[in-house]
């Protein structure tokens, strides 16, 4: 399974990007894809994730209310809409791929990355 992440950039405080997350080679009918983020000198953190097959999704709070995961089996890609972003926002973005449905433990035993993307938010 491979990963490609894209869709980062910089934008101002307040602003939007999409993220996506393309999935590609032996794909199980069941998986599910998590975003993270890592900034400068932290450590790498789970932030939302998507079950593919029922579209179930989960946030954590800092980024609830203001980031939507959608995904389009079709093309195998998972969406983060990235609504009123924050300075504290500026990270280096990743997706992961597990095997499964996510119901707890939800950023877990992910198996497969992508290459990151870069989100810079100026205030």
């Known amino acids: 399974v491979q990963l490609q992440a894209s869709g980062g950039g910089l934008v101002q405080s307040g602003g939007s990007l999409r993220l996506s997350c393309s999935v590609s080679g032996l794909i199980p009918d069941d998986y599910s894809i998590g975003w993270f983020r890592q900034a400068p000198g932290k450590e790498r953190k789970g932030i939302s994730c998507i079950t593919m097959t029922d579209g179930r999704t989960y946030y954590e709070d800092p980024v609830k209310g203001r980031f939507t995961m959608t995904r389009d089996n079709a093309k195998n890609t998972v969406y983060l809409e990235m609504n009123g972003l924050k300075p504290e926002d500026t990270a280096t973005y990743y997706c992961?791929?597990?095997?499964?449905?996510?119901?707890?433990?939800?950023?877990?035993?992910?198996?497969?990355w992508g290459q990151g993307t870069q989100v810079t938010v100026s205030s």
């Open positions: 992961g791929f597990r095997s499964g449905s996510v119901y707890f433990w939800f950023f877990e035993g992910y198996e497969h």
